[in-house]
């Protein structure tokens, strides 16, 4: 390992770091099962609340002065849109979580570095080598396959919420291409809390003409959704954006590999969803295709005359 990632005292600070936020990622699958309350509610009060812990972080850090900065003014507009796809991001993901089992919809989402990577090349013009394009491959065959298994064993509501865990990927890259391109130079927890904003107002909309009421007064639920702004949001992606300061962005990445696992294991435990020796041979086959994306994009990474990459992303979900 190279001695400006892991030098000195570094070493221990990071694994403990990264051993966090994959725990606290993990865990929002668990707390959204856990609520009774409809998927759109779930999600304007996380983002709500997310909005609100990094608004008042950012004011601690003097971050707010920045909202008066050009960057803000030139890009507030692509602001709002990257924070109305993250309105569907967790949408779609959070209704698959009802649909599908925690296993299948948080494998299938975090095949989004893969979609991240196809819309670097059609829109960055950052083209992918053929190791990564086996990766994709390999990932889009055993997502094929799972949802083939999905289908056969529980039913056409399975395979409906693999679609839609399969969809809310594609909107998370597209979140991530607009983080790469419209972050820059702006403060995270103004990021942030903006973007948070905008998908907790999108969310209220969509809960508006849909007759859904967002009012919730029942103290447990009110505990998962803070719950939920802390730990997955607060503890878990902010967590990765001070990694991202300190270490190379394809080893935060390459972390995305441990949520399923993480998210299996607690759904076992607390849900007692054990999946099938055929469903694990598939989150097997995923989760190879995306390792191969992934090492590739390092490598390339690594090499003196690459590009950033659409990975190298300070504001991912």
Not at 55 to 82: F, Q, T
Not at 153 to 171: C, N, V
């Amino acid at each position: 390992m190279s001695p400006i990632i892991f030098g000195g005292g570094r070493s221990a600070k990071v694994v403990i770091l990264l051993l966090l936020s994959v725990s606290m990622v993990s865990s929002a699958s668990i707390l959204i099962r856990f609520s009774v309350s409809p998927p759109l509610v779930i999600v304007f009060w996380r983002t709500l609340f997310g909005a609100i812990i990094m608004a008042c972080a950012g004011i601690a850090r003097g971050d707010h002065k920045s909202y008066s900065s050009d960057v803000l003014h030139a890009n507030w507009k692509w602001l709002v849109l990257i924070g109305a796809i993250l309105s569907l991001h967790f949408s779609t993901w959070f209704t698959s979580l009802f649909m599908t089992t925690v296993a299948a919809s948080v494998v299938l989402v975090n095949t989004s570095p893969i979609l991240t990577g196809i819309l670097s090349t059609l829109f960055l013009g950052e083209s992918l080598r053929r190791r990564s394009w086996l990766g994709i491959l390999v990932a889009v065959s055993g997502a094929i396959l799972l949802a083939w298994s999905d289908l056969v064993h529980s039913g056409f509501g399975a395979l409906q919420g693999d679609i839609l865990a399969l969809l809310s990927a594609l909107f998370l890259a597209i979140y991530f291409i607009g983080g790469r391109r419209y972050a820059i130079g702006i403060p995270i927890t103004v990021y942030t809390s903006i973007v948070y904003l905008t998908a907790a107002v999108c969310t209220l909309v969509m809960c508006m003409v849909a007759g859904i009421n967002v009012i919730v007064l029942d103290p447990t639920e009110l505990v998962i959704f803070i719950a939920l702004a802390v730990f997955p949001t607060a503890l878990g992606h902010s967590v990765n954006n001070y990694l991202l300061t300190i270490v190379p962005a394809h080893v935060v990445s390459s972390a995305v590999l441990g949520e399923p696992i993480g998210a299996t294991l607690l759904a076992m435990v607390f849900l007692q969803e054990v999946p099938t020796p055929i469903t694990m041979i598939w989150f097997g086959v995923i989760l190879a295709g995306i390792g191969i994306v992934l090492t590739d994009l390092a490598a390339h990474r690594a090499s003196p005359d690459s590009g950033a990459l659409s990975l190298d992303d300070p504001n991912g979900s």
